[in-house]
């Protein structure tokens, strides 16, 4: 076995992640191994090292961290490999693709001292660097992933969550006016059910529909099924995203998703994603709920839900 002597700081520097996203990647995602000394200090192995690195490159071209941390190293140095290829020489003599991570810990830095100006500046800049996908599926998505992991292990306050929230709802409204749909585009209505009172995860959905030119009609966090419903029937919607978060323990999810179920028109989707969305799969399968694993799988299901020609299941 390789030695392990780096620690995470001098990791940090050499894979140009910042040492919160090493520890995440780890913890969630089980990316890597690192030893622990007697005072519980990570040491990295060069072999680690070179890992990290990979990830670092194959998630900065698109690929879900969630779907790569666990692969052999061998098939992320392929992966890596057809990344650079697919490059090509587009990326001769150009400087280097803005740096993710850095996006991430500006974010970030910016929520721990509840700087709204310095969040909202960041998130521009991400938004020209990386468009309008780019920035939800490889900024706002962990970002929000983050400051639910901070929250529930007491680094950050549910204030701050709630900063982040109001500051992203704000620029989402914003950056989604552009992709507004026709009068003619499908409804989706966007919360999350009664108890769920995390939003990041329904604000993602919403800004991901109306970049694909859905009508959006967000109605936040906390709502109760029978409000949900009379909202796709006053809409007239296609579809009802729900985001799962937190409790991933709440008895009484069950019966309001069954309630929904129950209410809604039988020609409407509902799908369900989030962090706690694997807590509730059971009753989820039993009521015929779309699950989506990430915003990637919410859009594509988005799309063939437009398609007139193709009957879909609930």
């Known amino acids: 076995m390789a030695e392990a002597h780096q620690a995470i700081k001098v ?31 990570r ?13 670092r490159d194959i998630t900065r071209n698109g690929h879900s961290i969630g779907n790569v941390a666990k692969l052999p ?14 490059n090509g020489h587009a990326s001769r003599g150009l ?29 521009k800049r991400a938004a020209t660097e990386l468009g309008a996908q780019g920035l939800l599926q490889r900024v706002v998505a962990p970002l929000a992933q983050t400051i639910g992991d901070l ?44 108890g769920q009172i995390h939003e990041l ?3 993602l959905a919403g800004a991901a529909a109306a970049n694909l030119g859905w009508h959006v009609t967000y ?19 296609r579809a009802v995203a729900l985001s ?5 323990d709440d008895p009484r999810l069950e019966g309001e998703l069954t309630r929904l179920h129950e209410s809604l028109p039988p020609e409407v989707m509902l799908l369900v994603g989030g962090r706690a969305m694997p807590a509730y799969h059971d009753v989820l399968a039993k009521i015929g709920a779309t699950q989506v694993k990430d915003l990637a799988e919410l859009c594509s299901k988005l799309d063939e839900l437009r398609k007139p020609a193709k009957k879909l299941k609930r």
């Open 73 to 86: 190293t061998e098939k992320l140095r392929e992966l890596a490999m057809e990344s650079h290829a697919a």
């Open 151 to 194: 929250w529930r292990d007491g680094t950050i306050t549910a204030a701050h969550e709630h900063f982040a929230s109001a500051v992203i709802r704000i620029f989402l409204g914003h950056a989604a006016r552009p992709f507004a749909g026709t009068d003619s585009a499908p409804v989706i209505v966007v919360a999350t059910p009664s």
């Open 201 to 203: 995860g329904a604000l």
């Open 244 to 248: 799962l978060v937190y409790p991933d």
């Open 43 to 55: 040491l990295y192995s060069d072999e680690q090292v070179e890992r990290l690195s990979l990830l």
């Open 11 to 41: 990791v940090a520097r050499r894979t140009g992640l910042s040492a919160h996203v090493i520890r995440v990647w780890e913890k969630r995602y089980g990316a890597v191994e690192p030893e622990r000394t007697g005072t519980n200090r």
């Open 95 to 123: 400087a280097a693709p803005p740096s993710v991570p850095t996006f991430l810990d500006e974010c970030m830095a910016a929520v721990k001292s509840l700087d709204a100006r310095a969040l909202d500046e960041t998130l």
């Open 219 to 237: 109605l936040g966090a906390s709502l109760p099924a029978a409000e949900i419903a009379g909202a796709v029937r006053q809409n007239r919607a």
